[in-house]
């Protein structure tokens, strides 16, 4: 029986929720908005982070990268050749080199803005950061997004997923911060042909058919969101 | 045949540094200063992040966790029952998550202020950024500072080790960025008796040593910063 502590719009627990779809592993959802700072889940996971994956009655894994890997020791071989890291070394260290790339760079120079200020901020009180869409970060981050969108093609074109051959979690997690970005209509697909094909076979994966029903109160999602032949 | 891209001063380097030694293997150093920009580091590693690890003519591993998970991998066996990553994939998880909270927060609220402010602005030109240390920042440094080894004392208590029963890469991280704050002399130990009984522990290490003679032109370590017994 699993658990999951996440935020619909949180990039980190949406990886996570495209993996298990992945494995195949149902899980009992729990929304957190850590800005709350919900005394229930700070007595789970002190450092207040997205997401947490509860096992059973004891087993608890906190944050995005222990639980794909977690999920890789205990589940990976299930998936035979659709194996989300790859068996060599090398080759695993360039899933988790993206990894880094998606979630580090590509998390606080984009998503991490774009989704506070567009989403996040919508939910916050006042005393929690609240309010009015602070303009020059959305457009930092909407001018940033092209650089990250000009490297998912540059790796599009020279491989058959983002890592190499096979589909990885560096997929997952890159979907997963544009699928955030998708939502609201941001992303420029049009002058990226290569990010848009790529992304295009792994927004029609079943696994991630359930982000595509997320909606936010008073956000409409952008008309390509759902569509798979956007 | 291996060779670091590093920098004395990264904590994220160090922990490579000392983790190498744990596993007895030895390397080539090339000392990078990131923020020059240097051309043929840029063409290694596009990111232009530390550390980078080469492993003969074609290996390359870029940055620390992927460089963690590679040497587990790759080396781990060897080390028996004093290897670095645990067995159990819950214990190995937590492992993880501290690895998150060392080079995470500990990292965005403490070292990475100390150490921009107090060493790599030396050697940085105005227009890289250089220039006079800002108090405000290193003040807000050695603030936080106080909390990550009340929680450094916290795991000490009640653990043998940061992350568990054995030595693990959590201590090695977790040592590396204090090894950073104490040769600044920033570490008020006295203060936190579990830490620095712990610190010690890793300290006294062979695998520690040679960070120990690490020097900054123009900066004397504090008196302790080479003492086993401070």
Not at 13 to 26: K, L, Q
Not at 49 to 65: F, H, I, M, S, Y
Not at 85 to 91: G, I, L, R, S, V
Not at 170 to 195: K, N, Q
Request: hydrophobic letters at 40%; charged letters at 25%.
């Amino acid at each position: 029986m699993f658990t999951l502590h996440h935020h619909p719009f949180c990039p980190f627990s949406r990886t996570i929720r495209i993996a298990m779809g992945e494995y195949g592993i149902g899980a009992e959802f729990i929304e957190e908005r850590t800005w709350e700072r919900r005394r229930e889940f700070l007595e789970i996971n002190p450092a207040n982070n997205l997401p947490v994956l509860l096992v059973g009655q004891a087993g608890k894994v906190v944050g995005v990268r222990p639980i794909l890997e977690f999920l890789d020791e205990t589940k990976g071989a299930s998936l035979g050749p659709r194996r989300l890291m790859p068996a060599d070394p090398y080759d695993r260290a360039e899933v988790r080199r993206l990894l880094d790339w998606f979630d580090g760079n590509m998390n606080n120079e984009v998503t991490s803005y774009l989704v506070t200020e567009k989403i996040y901020k919508r939910f916050m009180k006042a005393e929690h950061g609240g309010g009015a869409p602070d303009t020059r970060l959305i457009l930092a981050g909407s001018k940033n997004l092209r650089t990250h969108l000009a490297y998912i093609s540059h790796l599009a074109v020279r491989r058959n997923w983002l890592a190499g051959e096979t589909l990885s979690y560096a997929d997952l997690t890159a979907a997963a911060h544009l699928s955030c970005l998708d939502y609201l209509g941001d992303v420029p697909w049009e002058d990226f042909e290569h990010a848009k094909h790529w992304y295009a076979r792994v927004k029609s994966r079943p696994s991630f058919r359930p982000l595509l029903v997320d909606q936010v109160p008073g956000v409409r999602p952008a008309p390509s969101y759902v569509d798979l032949d956007f």
